[in-house]
């Protein structure tokens, strides 16, 4: 599916969950970790730039969406949760049909395994999920956990579009 086509399918989706609301406004619970840093990257790199990514206690995620107008996510009875071996992050992807993107397609696993403890999934896998914990105890504040957890993301998925097969092997001689 070409880009363009993929974009206006995107906003369909989108119009149906917001109308004309924009900026979105998404929930999760706060102290993010692998699967609420990432599923907050997808929606501002690929549904909405400037969506409006809140956190809140678990047992005042989906008050906070209904005060907000904000969709609830990575949480029980959420429509963008864990389903059986999937994460939300999977779950975002299937919905928003951008699993044909070749770099979200490789980061779906790394995320997966991540954030459901099956560091076999994927190399990166373990990675991702120690970065992702070192991010949560050097960061107190979850909107500056956020910022610097986009940064993450980015830097994943120019690897698995730009930078996959390049290996370093540096040794002094």
């Not at 459901?116 to 956990?145: I, K, M, N, Y």
Request: glycine share 6%.
């Amino acid at each position: 599916m070409d880009d363009r086509r993929t974009k206006e399918l995107t906003q369909i989706k989108l119009n149906e969950l917001f109308g004309a609301r924009h900026p979105t406004a998404w929930v999760t619970r706060e102290r993010p970790k692998i699967d609420r840093i990432a599923c907050p990257w997808l929606i501002r790199r690929f549904l909405d730039a400037d969506a409006r990514i809140l956190y809140a206690p678990t047992e005042r995620v989906f008050e906070t969406a209904e005060r907000e107008g904000a969709v609830a996510f990575d949480i029980p009875g959420a429509q963008f949760s864990h389903v059986g071996e999937s994460c939300s992050f999977d779950a975002f992807l299937t919905r928003f049909d951008l699993l044909d993107d070749a770099g979200l397609a490789t980061l779906a696993p790394i995320v997966r395994g991540a954030d459901t403890d099956r560091h076999d999934l994927a190399p990166e896998a373990a990675g991702l999920h120690a970065l992702s914990l070192g991010l949560c105890v050097t960061h107190e504040d979850d909107q500056a956990l956020l910022a610097q957890g986009l940064i993450f993301y980015d830097a994943l998925y120019a690897w698995a579009t730009r930078a996959r097969g390049e290996r370093h092997d540096w040794r002094p001689g």
